[in-house]
């Protein structure tokens, strides 16, 4: 079946601009989460999504960054006043349930960011 | 806070030698290790994991052990093959009732032919 999507693939902006990351999970998949990888290191959490609410917001890195989630099901990560430390791959995970046997977390492609 | 480590960094094998990348993790409450493949530019794909109430797992040539009382776990790969090369992420878990994976830094695994 389809797995989870991500758009755009990759955006580069202008410093001081606002982007959208928009991610699509797996059908039925209820938790969301957000990651960043910077280049050659790991992945760093950002935001966690149960349904349409986000319990753990602890990993985003400052108030420029925001998530929703609309219909338990399309997230879209927001970076205000875009920095170059932004620049990044952010990644997009879902899983059938948070924890537990359904929490096994599948990824998205990614979307490559570059801030100029 | 919790906190994942992995090593080595990076690894080169020759085709056909056997591959470990070790991951010691700091919060006993974890009891799901999911192991992660990435290849260049391509998103991590889930090729192992491993829940607390076992020692051990194998998936053909992959293998995961666990020790729970040291609180580390390892990636086993035997034969190894050119289209192993890839960066692998160990992760923690704390599994039912949570949901923050805690990720490793990552191991680039070079299979040289």
């Known amino acids: 079946g389809a797995g989870v999507s991500q758009s755009p693939s990759n955006k580069v902006t202008e410093k001081g601009k606002d982007v959208e990351l928009r991610c699509d999970p797996i059908?039925?998949?209820?938790?969301l989460y957000w990651y960043r990888q910077s280049l050659g290191q790991g992945l760093e959490f950002l935001i966690y999504?149960?349904?349409?609410?986000?319990?753990?917001k602890s990993g985003l890195p400052s108030d420029r960054f925001s998530a929703e989630r609309t219909g338990g099901s399309v997230s879209t990560l927001t970076i205000q006043r875009t920095q170059q430390e932004d620049s990044a791959v952010y990644l997009c995970?879902?899983?059938?349930?948070?924890?537990?046997?359904?929490?096994?977390?599948?990824f998205g492609p990614g979307t490559r960011l570059t801030v100029l | 806070g919790e906190n994942v480590e992995q090593h080595p960094s990076t690894l080169s094998v020759q085709e056909g030698d056997s591959a470990v990348i070790k991951c010691t993790y700091s919060d006993s409450a974890s009891n799901y290790f999911p192991w992660y493949k990435q290849e260049l530019g391509k998103r991590p794909q889930l090729i192992i994991d491993?829940?607390?109430?076992?020692g051990e797992k194998k998936d053909q040539r992959i293998a995961v052990t666990l020790n729970k009382t040291a609180k580390h776990f390892s990636l086993h790969i035997t034969e190894t093959q050119p289209e192993d090369s890839a960066v692998y992420f160990c992760?923690?878990?704390?599994?039912?009732?949570?949901?923050?994976?805690?990720f490793g830094t990552g191991t680039r695994l070079k299979v040289l032919a």
């Open positions: 491993i829940r607390s109430n076992v």
């Open positions: 999504f149960q349904g349409n609410s986000a319990p753990d």
């Open positions: 059908s039925g998949h209820t938790a």
């Open positions: 995970a879902s899983s059938l349930e948070a924890g537990g046997r359904g929490g096994t977390q599948y």
């Open positions: 992760a923690a878990s704390k599994g039912s009732g949570t949901y923050k994976y805690i």
